[in-house]
């Protein structure tokens, strides 16, 4: 049976620079880095570059509104005429609700006063 040879990519930095000094036309194999040391390697053995794998899509998340002190204000009274709309009407959940985001407004203009 013949002994299956590791990827490069599996093996370390030590196995490579071992496996590299058997390598007629590598010079200077202590002062690589891995992957210096895997390209050089496959150069000399005429191993092609692998094509690098389709990355993975990253969903960009919403970049972040910067409102002024006046505009929170705004918002904040509009949220409370909804609410009192709410509490008229008995609808004590989405009351809570804007509460909850009236609160975080009044937060927010005063981290940027």
Not at 19 to 30: N, R, S
Request: glycine share 4%; proline share 4%; hydrophobic share 40%.
């Amino acid at each position: 049976m013949e002994k299956k040879e590791k990827p490069l990519e599996k093996m370390t930095a030590k196995e490579l620079r071992e496996m590299a000094l058997g390598l007629p036309g590598i010079h200077g194999v202590h002062a690589m880095k891995k992957e210096e040391l895997i390209t050089a390697i496959r150069a000399a053995k005429g191993i092609p570059e692998p094509e690098p794998k389709k990355e993975k899509r990253i969903i960009a998340k919403k970049e972040k509104v910067v409102l002024t002190v006046a505009e929170l204000k705004r918002k904040v009274k509009e949220l409370r005429a909804k609410r009192e709309e709410l509490l008229q009407q008995r609808n004590l959940k989405m009351a809570q609700i804007f509460r909850k985001r009236i609160s975080r407004l009044k937060k927010k203009t005063r981290r940027a006063a």
